[in-house]
């Protein structure tokens, strides 16, 4: 491409927030601007909006991504714009970038080509200071841990059984596994630690499942850090630190208002991990929202299976919030890697390959319509290699089962790109209004009081189409704990690879008949889920050989290069 | 005290931050605001203020402080507010408060009584984010040479030989030693390490030397990170690490402003450690500053013989900074403290005590006036329990050296308590705007071109009053080599317990023929000096049994609570 994303952010013309707020209606003494073309609005003013119903809401999701990605950031800006452009009020929705990534490969992300988010190399370069804000909760909780040991230890905290890492925004695979407390007496009690990127702490969970600061610093309270030698949990209410911690958070619970290169307004704020947690940007941002536009448009993290199963059956299950539609974003080339094709190289058209791993998508699409309830539309983000009859395929896959499928251009040609998306979502949305009630009603992968295990198994087989679920003894017998203590009510929030249904990230398409095998369990009692991890999940990535980092700068002029 | 610091402030009825910043000349799209009362102050502003004159300077110190220290951020904020009384454009500027020792011993760090900057919450609870991306730009180069050794160390680094260390923005004693990189190849190389608190990063140094943008990223790459076996240096820009650093600095880097309860302007930007750095606000803020106003108050950390030795002959001698007149900020319980006693319990009158203890205030007087040619006045920061007799021979003995001792009364009465303060301030500006230019000089401790050994030996006798310095062989070999490698024209940042002149916190008054010696030498070549470490200095404080933390809090309608 001739023009990269930064130079394409760089050159648009952007609205002064406060006029992006006008046209929400938000007042002027309820918007804190950060800057000229960034602001949060109040909590006080996103409490009077309770009373006002909510709009539409499309969720955007994705097939089992390649490690490229299929542009789910780029087709949410791309179809909040196209809805704009045909007329209706619309919103977007995004998770925070974290800087570790953009220091490390992945490089921003704010969408790209004529579909982003601006000030782009703000809202990639430290942004409003949420994330500083809730790792410096998460190593306050720490150090009050480690603290509390150092001066007697009165509540009996097992240096071995602490579970509360410390976190930083930066990715650092030295920090993965450490001995912490050394150098004598005056350093506290040595213990094995280590270190988590930002989005992997269980406070940015709760920063985005919280529905107000109250409800913020009782989920704080009720984190579990540690346990005593006779396994009774420590809470981190026990040494006193929700308190502290709320306050450090009060200012980055409000939602982070900015705008797309076509002016659409867009909250942009939190960004947990879509696999130790449910990977959607905050619910005060998408219920705020949802009752200042008619139609919102929120991404879930990595495919359909990992980020729309959490935004189903742990954000919809505890909050209310109902997606009226999906959008599966799919790919010419994910779906020919799914077909067996490798994305290195220059790309050649491959029908074959392609209609082979359709079966991916049409996984995914199955679960949405008649696992969920969804009504759905395939997004085709069209790349300038794919061919007419590769398309062409793709769409006909979708038509099989009764799905549109609909080719968007909106990283080359911006919202105008994404009209005919944006009309499918529209009529898929009177379509369902039309609709009595009960029809419409979503459909969770599992009821609340189903045991912990088979909330488990009813996702592995239902939604990931394995033919069981196994686990060792230990693990066995820690689900059965959580479940005697009473966490057995929680939903489960499974960690596994995005790159496959399975715990294989080489078994691609839509395989049947494999095994889910649960390695580990963690509480997150303080997100209210339990985690499963299935398969080796990093919760702190490392740098690559050549980091983003070695290219990214700023000018004398303060203009900031190399970020892609 | 019936109202509490919080409360005050919180009471105060604060005007929009536009309206200061229109007071002062900036236009509206040069100010970026941080919600309606804080704002940064853009670069492209700071730039075109370089042809305006300065105004006067006035440098805010202090005699050895007292544990609980005598209250130069108060002073600073009263002779600000003073001066605005009595009709001067005044401006302050003052340290950003680290979170760490506000969750832990120290509380809010933002002036108090009715002399205080607000929003004092905001000030003290992550402000504008400056210290987090100070952290992410420290932690970011961290991570960048661990991960060049696990890709192959192409430079050579000893790993046993990395100087650089994380930070973080909380007291965390178990992170002052640590061994990283444990878990296996994937992890990286195993190796000694430790974290300090952010204020101690040289990236904060050299934030608050920078002039300018370039300037910051020039000292960044400057930056010596470890050593090879050979001991030849590696710097951050062999990283390529200083483009992506500043990166992340760049709106940072921009002044914060806020206001007194009274409305003077106020910049708080930037916080280096008084001890390992030179512990002044940031030059942008003290020189925008002083182009904007005709009086600008400033503090330099601790007492005299630290801050205001370090502004004199680091800060000033490399950015031409002159104080026009000195305020020593002296309290009837600091002298009675060194005249021997205990501050703890009720405390009473006691002359002779108080008489005695003049001596250290005597000693700095002398430093400023003699040593360094800075026309001083001494600021008796009245408490309530100060008896007339008392403050009276505090007055007595400046007045027996020449200089007016003035009881300010701002933390009971705000900007009018320090009227007279304001005044002595005037008439010592105006008289020494009437000597010629060259009576007017301001002197250093030592000359550039001494080298290092004589530099340190110059602060300990002339300053301290030291009989000697004295090293172990390898502290005199590592002096030698950074001296032989071209470093000796550097400026010498003494780290020494800031207690009393001598290297022993215990040794008060006014000692004489002390030895002082050197334990550790540190370059820090970003921040261009070299740092004499002689003491016990912790770069990483631990927390208490009762930490602040526990008692903070914020109400279900945003309101902190427990801030003091």
Known sequence: MATSNIEIAQQAELWPITRIAQGLGIPDEELEPYGRFKAKVSLRHLRTLQDKPRGRLVLMTAVSPTPAGEGKTTTTVGLGDALTRIGERAMICLREPALGPVFGMKGGAAGGGYAQVVPMEDINLHFTGDFSAIAIATNLLAALIDNHVHHGNALGIDVRRVTWRRVLDVNDRALRDAVIGLGGPSNGYPREDGFDIVVASEVMAIFCLATDLADLKERLGEIVVAYTRDRAPIRARDLHAHGAMAAILRDALAPNLVQTLEHTPAFVHGGPFANIAHGCNSYLATDSALRMADYVVTEAGFGADLGAEK?????????GLRPDVAVVVATVRAMKFHGGVEVQGLPHENVAALEQGTANLLR?????????????????????????????????????????????????????????????????????A?????????????????TLWRKMSAIATRIYGASEITASTAVRAQIKRLQDEGYGGYPVCVAKTQYSFSTDPKLRGAPTGHVVDIREVRLAAGARFVVMICGDIMTMPGLPVTPAANSIDVDDDGRIVGLF
Not at 434 to 450: S, V
């Open 364 to 432: 995914h699409l199955k679960t949405l319509r008649e696992t969920w309830g969804i009504p759905t539309v395939v997004a085709i983000n069209h790349r300038a290699e794919d061919t007419d009859a590769e398309t062409a395929a793709l769409a006909a896959a979708a038509q099989s089962v009764g799905v549109t499928a609909v080719v968007a251009k909106h990283f080359s040609e911006g919202g105008a790109g994404a009209e005919d998306l944006a009309r499918e979502v529209v009529r898929l949305c009177e379509e369902r």
């Open 434 to 450: 039309a609709q009595p009630d009960d029809e419409g009603a979503l459909r969770f992968t599992y009821p609340d009081d189903a």
């Open 311 to 319: 935004f189903v059956d742990i954000l919809c299950r505890t909050t």
